[in-house]
């Protein structure tokens, strides 16, 4: 993560719809974007997904979009996520073999974001994305796709476990993702240990009161709550590009008699394409989490927070001439 004053700025500036505009305006943030992002359209992320899945990795797609604060945007989220998975239902056709299960490690997933179901709305957000998620779990179900849903900042993380617990009484393989900089978190992954948990260090702007801040810490509570995920009875999703957690991650599987298909990886498009490739050569499921849409800026931001290098890329993209 990218330390000092610059991440909570990037992290700040990833909420400011004035930069936004701005940023958008570039000529040269496209080509930027699509190192991160699928494309705008469905068609683009079911062309990015195939060779992906061609090479023997998973995926994730998610539809981007957050903080909704109207629900006729929540709904044409929904109903977008409807269109997106009956798509993939017509795509599944085309793999093959064991890879077409629907199990916790089958190949297609979507992740969602809550906040943009409408969680947010000022009235009834909680019960609105609720309903919302529901509707996309079943159609998950129909199109033999797994869900996993998203963690935001702090203030939506009881909201959104709680909607995960209710689901989980209909759709049992329900993920959900937890986020280690968060102190609550080693105690949400003993509550949580016997489900689908995709464990991150964390990637918002949160306040020292509930989130570790310095990097060091964030990576022991990370290998905390790995230890705790790989000692329980479920699926865990080691959501990571960081080379230490990916050995410890495979240092507690043989610890606790896990074999590779008892947890995954997961990493970002375009983030570490060749670790992705070593990882499934050496027999371990890998996920790509695949965004798309043209709601790209926040998640391009929160990329470019993570990683001097990628800042610096982007600021020499912006040097004109
Ligand atoms: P970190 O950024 O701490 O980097 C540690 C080390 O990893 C680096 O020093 C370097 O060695 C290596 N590394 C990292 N990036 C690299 C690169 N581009 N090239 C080469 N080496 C690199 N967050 C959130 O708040 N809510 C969420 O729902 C999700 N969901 C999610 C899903 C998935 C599948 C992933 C992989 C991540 C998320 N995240 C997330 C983001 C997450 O919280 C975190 O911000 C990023 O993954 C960055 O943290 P890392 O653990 O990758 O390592």
Not at 91 to 107: N, R
Not at 184 to 207: F, H, M, N, V, W
Request: charged share 25%; net charge neutral.
């Amino acid at each position: 993560m990218t330390n000092g004053l610059l991440r909570p700025a990037m992290l700040a500036a990833a909420r400011s719809a004035r930069l936004e505009r701005t940023v958008r305006r570039m000529p040269s943030t496209r080509r930027l974007v699509d190192r991160f992002v699928a494309g705008d359209t469905e068609e683009q992320a079911i062309a990015a997904a195939t060779p992906l899945l061609e090479s023997g990795r998973r995926i994730s797609i998610d539809y981007l979009g957050e903080d909704t604060t109207d629900i006729g945007q929540a709904r044409a989220t929904v109903k977008h996520y409807l269109e997106l998975l009956s798509a993939l239902a017509h795509a599944q056709a085309a793999f093959s073999g064991d890879q077409t299960a629907v199990t916790p490690a089958g190949p297609l997933e979507v992740s969602l974001k809550l906040s943009a179901l409408g969680q947010a709305l000022p009235r009834d957000g909680h019960r609105i994305a609720l309903d919302h998620a529901a509707e996309i779990c079943a159609a998950a179900q129909a199109a033999a796709a797994m869900v996993t849903i998203d963690a935001e900042d702090h203030t939506t993380t009881d909201s959104t476990l709680s909607i995960v617990r209710e689901l989980r009484g209909e759709f049992p393989d329900l993920g959900t993702v937890l986020q280690a900089y968060l102190k609550r978190t080693e105690a949400d992954c003993q509550e949580l240990a016997g489900s689908r948990i995709r464990l991150c260090k964390g990637a918002y702007r949160e306040p020292a009161d509930v989130a570790y801040q310095r990097r060091a810490e964030v990576d022991e509570a990370y290998l905390r709550c790995l230890r705790i995920l790989m000692a329980g009875e479920g699926y865990p999703m080691v959501a990571t590009h960081d080379p230490r957690m990916i050995d410890a991650a495979q240092r507690y599987a043989r610890e606790t008699g896990r074999d590779t298909g008892d947890f995954e990886f997961q990493m970002l498009h375009g983030i570490r394409d060749d670790e992705q490739r070593r990882l499934v050569k050496a027999g371990h499921r890998l996920r790509v989490y695949l965004p798309y849409g043209d709601q790209w800026y926040g998640y391009f931001m929160r990329r470019l927070a993570e990683r001097p290098a990628n800042l610096v890329f982007f600021l020499r993209a912006l040097r004109p001439g």
